[in-house]
């Protein structure tokens, strides 16, 4: 079907058809605001857009809801954008390829943009509908979510009322959650000093990797490209000089490719030992991700990390923890702690390293946070904390997620999963300006978020359509 707006929901697909058309990766969300506080003046409704480009739409309630709580229905602008090594799309200018496969909606060699459109889409069709009863609505769409929430982060409560809020940036039909793990992310540095060299040069590139979302799907398992390059470069340390290395694109996806050029005296020797590693971590990750693919390219060099540098970055790359730490004590199967080395480069004259820690527990992800500190220190380098985001507690009473849970009760003839996710929600920061606010998170299936191969499941989408307005309904 090439007409995306044809989709049922119609209302829905509409404006997530409308958004796509809309670069807005993290960051770049002036045009997106802008277009949403449009479509609320078009609307004549009440619109606020505060310096961060968060938006507020408030819509009165509809015949016999006039007087009825607030409801702040809540989601971010902003997604994830990364592409396949051999697509050309531009994300500062490209709109967003959808390709509809039966039940399946994704992008062409992008994401989709569902994490966290669809959430976007759902408002404006409630705000455009006349005939959806509801209680008055408060629409926040905040920016830069994925990169540190600071959209939230620099949120007040001064326009927003409402005493129960609907997160809709779940991934899972049928889950609500009703808690999510903080976290912080910490830049490690390390200045570079070069030498001349002679020998013979080789790009190692590593490539093929699942990658994915480094909070929901950090429990898979899957290689870091970078951990894995470090394994590779380890092998043969005492036999070359590193004279570059990249990897990863995102702090909160999971490193799909990485790659580092060295030099060598023995290049014969040096390959024997990367081809005898690589196959080891082939065998190790044949079944988390069968699609690694290692290669060796000769490439010119003059210049070189001293001896010292470069043994210092590829044992302190060794050395570094990465992926699930702790699990939860009280939640099987949900893990409390973890971290995902996401990012290393060049940048101003250091090697810089940058790693997303998550944790359910504050004194859980200051400890990871002081290891790293300690380990960045004792290899020469130095570190620095930045983009931290509270924790959102359980409640153990909460109105909302009762009414929440007969009206699925009533639609899909079950009991909703209750759970927590160790991954960040927009709900840690709202919780701390709003404390007096009841708030749960749900959403439609979309499977491989923050990576190319995301897709979402279309009639998941009518489904959770339809219980989001029967819980307006009954949200009187």
Same mark, same amino acid.
């Given at each position: ?49 505060? !310096? ?41 200018? *490209? ?50 979510? !994925?990169?540190?929430? !600071?959209?939230?982060?620099?949120? /007040? ?29 910490? *830049? ?75 030099? /060598? ?14 196959? *080891? ?7 988390? *991700? ?7 390219? !000769? ?20 050395? +570094? ?43 859980? +992800? ?8 300690? +380990? ?101």
């Amino acid at each position: 079907m090439n007409n995306i707006k044809e989709l049922e929901p119609k209302e829905v697909f509409q404006w997530f058809y409308e958004l796509n058309q809309i670069p807005r990766s993290s960051g770049n969300e002036k045009e997106v605001s802008d277009f949403l506080v449009k479509f609320a003046k078009d609307r004549n409704l009440e619109v606020y857009q505060d !310096e961060a480009l968060n938006v507020i739409i408030k819509k009165p309630g509809t015949k016999g809801y006039e007087n009825s709580p607030a409801v702040i229905l809540q989601g971010h602008m902003d997604m994830v954008c990364v592409k396949t090594d051999d697509s050309d799309h531009d994300f500062d200018k *490209d709109p967003i390829e959808m390709i509809v496969e039966g039940d399946i909606m994704r992008a062409n060699n992008t994401t989709l943009g569902g994490d966290d459109g669809i959430a976007v889409a759902y408002g404006l069709a409630i705000l455009d509908a006349d005939d959806i009863p509801h209680p008055p609505i408060e629409l926040l769409i905040t920016t830069c979510e !994925e990169d540190g929430m !600071e959209g939230a982060t620099a949120l /007040t409560g001064e326009h927003l009322t409402g005493t129960r809020l609907l997160n809709i940036d779940t991934e899972e039909e049928g889950e609500f959650l009703l808690g999510c793990s903080g976290g912080s992310n910490i *830049d490690m540095t390390f200045p570079i000093a070069k030498e001349a060299v002679s020998g013979k040069a080789c790009k190692i590139e590593l490539t093929g990797l699942k990658g994915g979302h480094s909070g929901s799907e950090i429990n898979k398992q899957r290689l870091n490209a970078i951990k894995g390059l470090a394994r590779i470069l380890n092998a043969v340390k005492d036999d070359v000089l590193l004279a570059s290395i990249e990897g990863g694109i995102k702090h909160n996806a999971i490193p799909s490719k990485a790659s580092a050029v060295i030099v /060598t005296d023995n290049m014969e020797k040096v390959t024997e030992k990367i081809n005898a590693i690589v196959a *080891d971590i082939k065998d190790e990750y044949r079944v988390e *991700d069968p699609g690694l693919t290692v290669n060796l390219t !000769e490439v010119e060099a003059k210049e070189a990390y001293t001896k010292e540098l470069s043994m210092n970055i590829i044992e302190f790359l060794m050395t +570094l923890p990465d992926g699930v730490q702790y699990m939860s004590k009280d939640i099987e199967g949900l893990v409390q702690t973890s971290l995902n080395n996401a990012i290393i480069g060049e940048k101003d004259g250091n090697i810089l390293l940058i790693t997303s820690v998550r944790s359910g527990s504050t004194s859980s +992800l200051r400890e990871i946070l002081d290891r790293l500190n300690i +380990l960045t220190k004792r290899f020469g380098g130095s570190a620095r904390e930045y983009s931290a985001y509270p924790a959102w507690p359980f409640e153990a009473e909460s109105e909302l997620r009762d009414i929440a849970t007969k009206t699925f009760v009533e639609q899909y003839g079950k009991e909703p999963i209750a759970n927590s996710i160790h991954a960040g929600l927009e709900c840690g920061l709202l919780k701390g300006i709003l404390p007096n606010t009841d708030m749960l998170s749900y959403g439609p299936n979309i499977r491989d978020a923050h990576s190319p191969k995301e897709h979402m499941s279309i009639s998941s989408v009518q489904r959770v359509w339809e219980f989001t307005k029967n819980l307006l309904a009954n949200l009187k």
